[in-house]
């Protein structure tokens, strides 16, 4: 076999066979396909797409470059549940420890974040103490002990994506549908889940900026996990404002700790009961997601999730007293009032703009090498529809000790503009558009 007869091939537009495609990913992650071949290949697919059987494929030759985590010894049905991005995105921290309280299984691996702040690790790892470091065993007994671990991702998962990823990105085809939800769901598949929840952003602060484009993407990787016999749902969300009010390590660890307390934001409360109950019924904790829905609002006025959350730190290794004291966690130097120009109300927040101001003030890594400061961010005190009045205080910048005088006031002037003030009472921005799943989707 040759690669430029495949390449040739799908470049033409014809469907490729499974072998073809295997060829090509094994021959590429063994360093025997130049990278110029590849890219080759990653712009034909861009332009010619793939059928679902084809990114099913590429998704599985993905998978089968590295190492699969096998969880076949823990009991019950494992969930695991991505985000596609966003700003402010606390999910994880909340789900984790509440749909374990509910009895459905989380042995989520998760990464460390580039961009606006840190990933699920970055944040966990502001509890002092917290271990993000187990062995296969430790995260197995873990997980059949406590029912939750969150760990760092093994660099041994698909590597034929990282390689590829990096690829893309330099040669003009990320934006291609087969090619980010393979990528997506060949981690999500190696790393040993039963079943999937997707949280599908769409809007100003996330990767797929159009409805449309996000639908179509949440239907290829719920086809693929048709294909490879893994339930899955996904769930368009709106991020057109960032989720809840923090944005930043810490800050968020704190925003989650309020949630499963039940006095969180009401956007990630809502976000986090939505996919929580999917996960629940795809777990077969729940027979229905309104039954799951219910199961979970009780955990978090009983208190049951909270407990749920100290034993997971606790299990690590982490500070479980930083539930009940948060100032253990790290902490910002100073705090900076953005203060309302005028009064009105505030019609928009530009999502994207929080969370580059959040990078800024160092909470984010705007490369590999980059160093996070876990105490500082952007803490919002007004959303969306809500009334203000001139010079009440619309965010605050937590900064910290390295942060000079000229830096704090361009971040102060980004996230001020990032806040549309108007004159009329505007509409709350959508948090749910609609959920796909294997009967097709449902819009809402």
């Known amino acids: 076999m040759r690669a430029v007869d495949v390449i040739q091939k799908k470049r033409d537009g014809a469907e490729l066979l499974t072998e073809e495609i295997n060829f090509m990913v094994d021959a590429y992650s063994r360093g025997q396909l130049p990278d110029y071949q590849m890219a080759a290949f990653a712009m034909a697919i861009y332009f010619q797409g793939m059928t679902a059987r084809e990114t099913a494929d590429l998704t599985m030759a993905m998978v089968n470059s590295g190492e699969q985590v096998d969880l076949s010894s823990i009991t019950g049905i494992k969930v695991d549940k991505h985000s596609t991005g966003g700003v402010g995105d606390t999910t994880t921290l909340v789900l984790a420890p509440l749909v374990a309280a509910a009895g459905v299984p989380v042995a989520k691996m998760s990464g460390r974040g580039l961009g606006h702040t840190g990933g699920t690790i970055d944040k966990l790892e502001a509890v002092p103490g917290f271990s993000v470091e187990l062995t296969k065993e430790q995260f197995i007994g873990q997980v059949n002990d406590v029912g939750v671990a969150v760990i760092s991702q093994t660099?041994?998962?698909?590597?034929?994506?990282?390689?590829?990823?990096?690829?893309?990105?330099?040669?003009?085809?990320?934006?291609?549908?087969?090619?980010?939800?393979?990528?997506?769901?060949?981690?999500?598949?190696?790393?040993?889940?039963?079943?999937?929840?997707?949280?599908?952003?769409?809007?100003?602060?996330?990767?797929?900026?159009d409805l449309e484009d996000s639908i179509v993407l949440a239907q290829a990787m719920v086809e693929i996990?048709?294909?490879?016999?893994?339930?899955?749902?996904?769930?368009?969300?709106?991020?057109?404002?960032?989720?809840?009010?923090?944005?930043?390590?810490?800050?968020?660890?704190?925003?989650?700790?309020?949630?499963?307390?039940?006095?969180?934001?009401?956007?990630?409360?809502?976000?986090?009961?939505?996919?929580?109950?999917?996960?629940?019924?795809?777990?077969?904790?729940?027979?229905?997601?309104?039954?799951?829905?219910?199961?979970?609002?009780?955990?978090?006025?009983s208190g049951d999730a909270l407990a749920k959350f100290k034993s997971f730190l606790a299990a690590q290794?982490?500070?479980?007293?930083?539930?009940?004291?948060?100032?253990?966690?790290?902490?910002?130097?100073?705090?900076?009032?953005?203060?309302?120009?005028?009064?009105?109300?505030?019609?928009?927040?530009?999502?994207?703009?929080?969370?580059?101001?959040?990078?800024m003030l160092g909470a984010g890594r705007a490369t590999k090498e980059s160093s996070i400061d876990l105490g500082v961010g952007v803490l919002l005190r007004k959303?969306?529809?809500?009334?203000?009045?001139?010079?009440?205080?619309?965010?605050?910048?937590?900064?910290?000790?390295?942060?000079?005088?000229?830096?704090?006031?361009?971040?102060?002037?980004?996230?001020?503009?990032?806040?549309?003030?108007?004159?009329?009472?505007?509409?709350?921005?959508?948090?749910?558009?609609?959920?796909?799943?294997?009967?097709?989707v449902e819009r809402l």
């Open 155 to 209: 660099g041994n998962i698909t590597p034929a994506d990282k390689k590829l990823y990096a690829l893309r990105d330099v040669t003009a085809t990320v934006d291609s549908i087969p090619l980010i939800a393979s990528s997506i769901m060949s981690k999500k598949i190696a790393s040993g889940a039963d079943a999937i929840v997707l949280d599908v952003k769409t809007g100003d602060g996330a990767f797929m900026k």
């Open 383 to 440: 959303k969306a529809a809500d009334r203000v009045e001139a010079g009440d205080v619309l965010a605050e910048l937590h900064v910290g000790e390295a942060s000079d005088d000229a830096a704090v006031a361009e971040v102060h002037k980004r996230v001020l503009e990032a806040y549309g003030l108007t004159e009329t009472v505007p509409q709350k921005p959508q948090l749910i558009y609609a959920v796909v799943t294997k009967h097709g």
């Open 317 to 359: 290794g982490g500070d479980a007293s930083v539930v009940d004291t948060p100032e253990r966690l790290p902490q910002a130097a100073r705090v900076v009032p953005v203060a309302a120009p005028s009064a009105g109300y505030v019609g928009s927040i530009a999502a994207e703009a929080i969370g580059v101001a959040a990078m």
């Open 225 to 301: 996990g048709e294909h490879v016999g893994r339930e899955t749902v996904a769930v368009i969300t709106g991020m057109e404002e960032p989720l809840g009010l923090a944005v930043g390590n810490s800050l968020e660890v704190i925003e989650a700790i309020d949630t499963l307390r039940g006095h969180g934001p009401e956007d990630l409360a809502e976000l986090c009961l939505v996919l929580g109950s999917h996960m629940l019924r795809l777990g077969g904790a729940a027979d229905s997601v309104e039954a799951a829905r219910d199961k979970l609002a009780a955990l978090m006025t």
